[in-house]
Structures are given as C-alpha cells and as structure tokens.
C-alpha cells in the first residue's frame, strides 16, 4: 500500500539549517586563516551526513570527515569539488572502494601505509598520535621515515583534552609542530571544536569541528556563539487526569502527590531520549517548560501538564535539547545526546 502524502510520523527532529551555518561560520572565523572543515561521521552526529554536507558545502565549507568507507560511499556521489576524508584508514576489505579516489583514507598504521603503498593508492592523509594514544603512528617513532614518499594531503593529529586547560594540550601541539617540519604535506591539522579555542597556535592550516557544528559548547567560551539547531518534538497521543496518591509510569516511581493532568508523548528511550531523563528531562509548550515525571518507556514519555490546559491530543511539544542543560540534566554527554537520536524522527531540516 502506497504511504498516503500526508503521513508524517509521530515524532521529529526539527533542524535548523541557518544555525548549523551560522555555527560554521563563527568556528571558520576563530580558526583564523585556517580552512574550517566538519566532522560529519556517525551520520553527521545524527543529523543526516548528507543534508548537513549539503548546507556546509552550499556555506563554502570544503573539507569533511567521516569514519568508515560505508559513510563515505554513501557520500561519494556529492562529494565532486570536496575533500572526504576517512578517519579509521584503509582496512584490507576498504581497499578496492579506497581505490575510487573520491575520498582519502586516513592513514594510522605501518600496515595500513604499506597496504595502500602496495594497491598503488594516490593521496592519503596521515594520522600521528602525540599522545592520546587512539588511532595513529607513535610520534616516537620515525614517521618520517614511515611516511616517506606517500602523497600526503593533510597531516593530522587530535588533541586528547581540549575541552579542559589540560597540560597535554600544549605537550601535543609541540610535538605535531615537530614533525609539520618534518613531513611534508599540503596542508597540516590538529584542532577540534574545543581545539580552535585553544588559539593560533593550534590552528595550522585546517580545523576539524564536530560537536560545536551542532549546537554543543565545547569550551564554556562558545556559550552565546554556538546556537542550537536540534529540537526534537513529539505529538500528544493522550491527555489524562491522575488522582493524589497515583503512581505514574513503569514501576511507580512517580507518586502523584495531588489531582494532576499528564501528557503521553510519542517518544521514549529507542529514540535516543534515554532513561537518565526520568524526573529530570523538560518538554515545552509554548513558553512553559513542564517536567518529565517517572521512568522514560521504550516509546513513551510522560509530561506534567497541569498548568498547560491547553495541550491535548495531537498537539506537538518540543523537548527540552539544549545540550549543555539536556547534559546536565540526564548524565550523558553532549556527543551522545546527538548521536544516539534515533530512525524513528522525521528529520525536518528548516
Ligand atoms: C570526531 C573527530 C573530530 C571532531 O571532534 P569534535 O570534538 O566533535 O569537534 C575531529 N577530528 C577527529 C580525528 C575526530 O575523530
């Protein structure tokens, strides 16, 4: 059966293109002269890679990552004109699609550099670990060495501690300032969102933001520059009085402790909106902010809205998302808030 034109689903995630630029544009200019390019790998942190792709590219932006060659094929056809690069490198099964030359493998091992030496690859980036000891060549080693010969676009390394004035920052940018005299590339490296506020020193001649691209304050400094651009919604599926003395919600964690009006919103857990947000979560309906009371379902969500008479059936109210409060609120990160949003929302770019 065909799906009827005005079917929507019952929740979304309304997207705000004009902030997700406007944030681009505020972390280009703090990267100085250094080119601003984004991290969209786990499907633009759960945006859609290829809209977020899209808007940046339409924006001026030119250089994107992702982690996996499954998220660059998917990518690969809009890529024409932009640099794609592929941060987990070039594993054995990666090779024949690495080879397409429409994205770069990030290479970060001996074995991944002699692999793609041997299948005769073109350019590639290079990543170097200075001491977040993830992906990358040790900087003790001699990468210079290890790396003679390739065709290097862009040299990298990342930073392990940049959302903290810790000594690591600065012990990492000396030893990637080494080995940018040493190694030659086109272009060198090193910041993430929280990096580029770590200033002219960290910038080099590429910045790789994430987080702050969609709406996260990763240094307390963006507060006030970073704008929101996720809002999830939800649609009312009932409106209920509850009696004093009512228990609401899987196991009855919530006691009514009067007569109340609740709301059932279409959206639990298998969204994304996960269980930390019990008792502690906001949802909004028009200016008022009304709490979440007992255990968050699977697929459900229970509002208070006692002083919101207005709010029935059908109505749809916006979840409190504002990262760093949603943070706060629930114990998960900004990055996770993002990227565990999940299949079920419509994703309405506006
Ligand atoms: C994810 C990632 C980024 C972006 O980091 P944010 O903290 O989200 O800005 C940049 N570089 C690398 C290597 C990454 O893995």
Redesign the pocket.
């Known amino acids: 059966m065909a799906v009827p034109p005005d079917f929507t689903p019952p929740l979304r995630l309304m997207l705000d293109s004009a902030a997700l630029i406007a944030n681009w544009r505020w972390l280009a200019a703090q990267s100085g002269s250094a080119a601003c390019g984004a991290?969209i790998?786990a499907n633009g942190y759960g945006l859609g890679a290829a809209e977020v792709m899209h808007h940046l590219a339409t924006a001026g932006c030119r250089d994107f990552?992702v982690a996996t060659w499954a998220e660059a094929q998917a990518l690969m056809p809009m890529a024409n004109g932009l640099s794609l690069s592929v941060?987990h490198g070039v594993r054995h099964e990666d090779v024949a699609i690495a080879l397409d030359g429409r994205a770069r493998p990030v290479l970060s091992t001996p074995q991944q550099i002699a692999r793609w030496r041997n299948a005769g690859g073109g350019a590639c980036d290079v990543m170097i670990d200075t001491g977040m000891n993830r992906l990358g060549l040790d900087w003790r080693d001699d990468c210079a060495a290890l790396t003679a010969g390739l065709q290097i676009d862009t040299l990298?390394s990342?930073l392990a501690c940049a959302d903290e004035p810790h000594p690591l920052n600065a012990v990492q940018r000396d030893r990637f300032a080494v080995l940018v005299d040493r190694i030659p590339a086109q272009r060198y490296s090193l910041a993430?969102?929280?990096g580029i506020g770590h200033g002219i020193d960290y910038h080099f001649d590429l910045t790789?933001?994430?987080?702050?691209l969609y709406g996260g304050i990763?240094r307390a400094a963006y507060a006030g520059h970073i704008r929101q651009v996720v809002t999830p919604q939800a649609q009312v599926l009932q409106r209920r009085t509850v009696q004093a003395g009512d228990g609401i919600g899987y196991n009855a964690t919530f006691t009514a402790p009067k007569d109340m009006d609740v709301a059932i919103l279409n959206i639990g857990y298998a969204d994304g909106y996960l269980r930390g947000f019990s008792g502690t979560g906001a949802v909004r309906a028009g200016d008022r902010t009304l709490p979440v009371i007992g255990r968050v379902s699977m697929d459900l969500l229970i509002g208070d809205v006692s002083d919101a008479a207005d709010v029935g059936e059908g109505d749809w109210l916006d979840i409190l998302y504002d990262l760093p409060t949603a943070s706060a609120a629930s114990g998960l990160s900004q990055?996770e808030l993002l990227t565990g949003l999940g299949a079920r929302f419509e994703r309405r770019w506006v």
């Open positions: 991290a790998k990552f941060l990298m990342h993430n969102s929280a790789r933001p994430g987080l702050a990763a990055y």
